[in-house]
């Protein structure tokens, strides 16, 4: 396997937390959200569907926002609050919001395969603020909430069943595809501390550790 150490700075484990993961993959997502926005408003001025462009960041929309993220917070995340709150109600938002995204992201791919810019411009203008405000409330609300609840030993148990996930599915290679939609658009890529420390926990190096590329 090759090693991370030739494209990911030092880690912080420190920063490494159930939560903290969550909270850096939200930084990526929300560059593919810059991303998306000024797709769309590029589509709306010009009138032409960007075919290509627009298929590779719902690919990368579906497969990283949704199988990879989504995925760690239904399965893995979401059920360990549960179980300590059941019928827990901030959970029970956030999963319909998830849903309602993925119903905008089938709209968005139907857009574009019909070249209906102006559905496609109008699922895209949707989906990006119903995403925002969900990752806003997660962010703001739900991560604290999870934090005054979870004990060390919950904490270790999530990154664990992460690092299983990310095994059975590693979303790495996705990241260069963000990377490069981030370039296309001329949007700045510079890593903060926590997507940093989603990168490592995603890189597909094939470490056994969550969050440490050797």
Known sequence: MPSCHAHLPPLDLERLSAVSVLHGEHRIILRLLDCLDRMAERAAKAHVMPVLEARDVIAVLRGFA???HH?????????????????FGPVRVMRHEHDLGRDHVRGMAIAVDEIDVAGF??????????????????????????????????D??????YRDASRERPCGPLLARVDTLTAIYGLASAD???????????????????GICR
Do not use: Y
């Open 66 to 68: 949704d199988e990879c």
């Open 71 to 87: 995925a760690k917070e239904e399965r893995i995340f979401f059920p360990a609050l549960e179980r300590l709150a059941p019928g």
């Open 121 to 154: 411009v109008h699922e895209a203008q949707i989906f990006s603020d119903l995403l925002r405000q969900h990752i806003g409330k997660e962010d703001e609300v739900l991560f604290p909430m999870a934090q005054a609840m979870l004990s060390p030993e919950d």
């Open 156 to 161: 270790v148990a999530i990154l664990a069943a």
């Open 192 to 210: 903060g501390p926590h997507e940093t420390t989603s990168r490592h926990s995603l890189c597909g190096c094939g470490s056994g550790t969550v």
